[in-house]
């Protein structure tokens, strides 16, 4: 199996409705039709990278693409934690984590994307609250970031909801036009007193040193 070879392909994070997993290659060709079937109003753009702007087909080849990317170059001291999100069997989106010289920074980045079908459930919420229980829980994590436009009320208040505080803001051009974006910050103190969703992990400890926490095996 592949995971034996590189462990973090077994790592499994399991909350009440959700599974978060890398990908295998099924799941992706899974998440890019989730992707085609939309992911945000065609007038909005709520990512920097409006990669979403894109005819279906080269949409889908982009999305397998970025996470075969993502994958490949996987180092303890930058690696992207790309987790495809499972509802009920079906991947309908992505819940990334990132970091860089974690051993020693002990901060992540997390971001994300959900089809539209599966908007509004309450799910965003979910599938973040996993990641952070993995930065925080397992690997010991003292700070994650995150950002959102200023129109993008969802990503807004699930960070408001897992205790995020507001740390700043930035302009940045979006389809060629000024965008404000808010910065969040959530500290380990923060985010013991939101924890409010279950979350189990299979398959962490072979992992540990891939996140920078141990030495890699000969």
Known sequence: MIAEHFPPMGLRLNTPRLQLRMPSDDDLARLAEAAVSGVHEPERMPFIVPWTDQTPRR???G???HNWSSMASWTPEKWTFNAVVVHEG???GVQDMTAKDFAVARQVGTGSWLARSHQGMGLGTEMRAAVLHLAFGCLGADAAVSEA????EASHGVSRRLGYRP????LVAVRGRQVSETVYRL???DWERHRTVPVTVEGLEPCLPYFGLGELPD
Do not use: E, K, M, N
């Open 63 to 65: 999305v397998i693409q």
């Open 149 to 152: 436009f200023q129109d993008s």
């Open 90 to 92: 079906t991947v309908i």
């Open 167 to 170: 740390d700043g803001s930035r």
């Open 187 to 189: 500290t380990r103190q």
């Open 59 to 61: 949409l889908a080849l």
